[in-house]
């Protein structure tokens, strides 16, 4: 590492620390020729995630895409700011297990599984969207999917 103030070409490493939850490292640096103590951050370098649409076409991950569609589908509804960040997070982080490419599609039911479990309204209305709805009957068969994946929650029969 160069010194920024004289450019030498060698400075010594006199503390390091781990900072932003582990992903990044804090070094303090002194140039030995003038003396000069700055800081360096050491992070891993992410590649690029792409999207591989439908029709063939690609574009970046937009991790903003996938929290603006969340947060459509849950206006109004008690999910927080916090549960739409941390699931669009997660779907990039799934995502990310693949490799550097990933299909519209994977995305899409990444989306869905999570919001699931998050909020059943906003799944259907997100799904609605997703899935193209253009008729009642597709909202019911997706509302009929829907309990056949949720756990029985009828109560109990009264004991006679």
């Given at each position: 590492?160069?010194?920024?103030s004289c450019h030498a070409d060698d400075t010594k490493v006199i503390d390091s620390r781990v900072t932003d939850e582990g992903a990044a490292i804090r070094?303090?640096?002194?140039?030995?020729q003038c003396s000069q103590r700055f800081t360096t951050f050491e992070r891993v370098e992410e590649l690029p995630l792409t999207v591989v649409k439908t029709h063939g076409g690609r574009?970046?991950?937009?991790?903003?895409?996938v929290t603006e569609g969340v947060r459509a589908?849950?206006?109004?509804?008690?999910?927080?700011?916090?549960q739409i960040c941390a699931l669009s997070e997660s779907v990039e982080d799934e995502a990310r297990l693949h490799g550097t490419e990933?299909?519209?599609v994977a995305v899409g039911i990444a989306v869905l599984d999570r919001l699931r479990e998050l909020d059943e309204v906003a799944y259907l209305r997100f799904a609605s969207v997703y899935k193209n709805f253009d008729a009642l009957g597709d909202f019911v068969e997706e509302l009929q999917l829907l309990q056949?994946?949720?756990?029985?929650?009828?109560?109990?029969?009264?004991?006679?």
């Open positions: 590492m160069h010194c920024p070094r303090r640096r002194l140039c030995p574009e970046l991950f937009d991790r903003a895409k589908a849950s206006k109004g509804r008690p999910v927080s700011t916090e990933v299909s519209s056949k994946l949720q756990a029985p929650r009828s109560l109990p029969s009264p004991q006679t």
